[in-house]
């Protein structure tokens, strides 16, 4: 097993992977090649969004909330990649947002959307239901089964985005 320890401004990053894994916090989230959590929520929007409805999609989750710092890092270059899968109906980007519902829209106001679908949830609920404490995390579906994850910031100076942006190539392959 590697170890390797980052840090990115006041936020530290304990990266752990070994071949066939992924990187990241392993004890984030569910394991990987398991079905991931049933759900059923509504989007700030409105919208109901459902694991079942989404079942046969490449489902990517940002787990995020307003203040968090390597969230607030990450937000150009997430913006980036679902710029490239905006027309692609196979692919979800669903942000789990760990704030309330106007404070979310407020900030997506003042800053600008980055093509995810945003639910707000609880710090609690996002604990029990997906075992995630720390932000930001994400989660790489698809047919229902968690494929990858990763806790930290999608950004190119961990060489996190060129990460994120293969393995969402595989699944579509």
Known sequence: MIKTIFSVGSFLLISLSSPGQNFG???QGPPDNSSFPQFDYATIDGDSVSSKDLADKIVIVNIWFVGCSGCKQEEPYLRKVTELYQNDEDIVFLGFCMTKPERIKRYLKKNGEIGYKNISLGREEVKEKFGVVLS?????????VLMGKLTA?????LKTLDWFEDEIRKLKN
Not at 136 to 144: A, E, Q, R
Not at 153 to 157: K, N, S, V
């Open 153 to 157: 910031p999608i950004i190119p100076e």
């Open 25 to 27: 916090f392993e004890s």
């Open 136 to 144: 930001p995390t994400h989660f790489l579906i698809k047919n229902g």
